[in-house]
């Protein structure tokens, strides 16, 4: 039987600091030169490496990261990835991209590709009325 503090000792709040940076595609030493002087680029690897981190230095990491502490202390990548494919399938819309069409994408390749065959032809016309103009300025 799991309790609450079985899945709370499962989450490493350092990887989990490291997945919210990256999410805000801050680097290690940006982090650091927020976190105050005494912080470099490899303390802030270090506190990523920590499965917990100090209160103190986790809220000043959550601030700076502009995320909640709980979010930092519960994220859990295994239940997050669960949501998200039992949530969304086949049919869904997801990030506003339709999956499944009305439309033939082949047809609408061919008339893009009609609309421009005419407009070439057009821009052509007119480039050879043109050079008729210029040939006959010039007898």
């Not at 490493?12 to 595609?25: A, P, W, Y």
């Not at 650091?32 to 690897?45: E, F, M, N, P, T």
């Not at 506190?47 to 994220?75: M, R, S, T, W, Y």
């Not at 016309?125 to 010039?138: C, G, P, Q, T």
Request: aromatic residues 6%; glycine residues 2%; charged residues 30%.
């Amino acid at each position: 039987m799991s309790t609450a503090t079985d899945s709370q000792k499962s989450i490493h709040q350092g990887r989990n600091v490291k997945r919210f940076r990256e999410m805000l595609g801050l680097k290690q030493e940006a982090l650091a030169l927020a976190l105050g002087d005494d912080w470099s680029q490899k303390r802030v690897s270090l506190l990523e490496g920590k499965e917990l981190i100090e209160e103190d230095i986790l809220a000043q990491v959550a601030a700076i990261l502009k995320v909640p502490v709980e979010a930092i202390k519960n994220f859990d990548e295994e239940k997050a990835v669960n949501i998200i494919s039992n949530t969304f399938n086949d049919t869904s819309m997801l990030n506003a991209v339709n999956y499944n069409p009305t439309f033939n994408p082949i047809d609408k390749l061919i008339e893009v590709y009609e609309e421009n065959k005419k407009l070439y032809e057009q821009l052509l016309a007119s480039e050879r009325e043109k050079v008729e103009i210029l040939k006959s300025k010039n007898n």
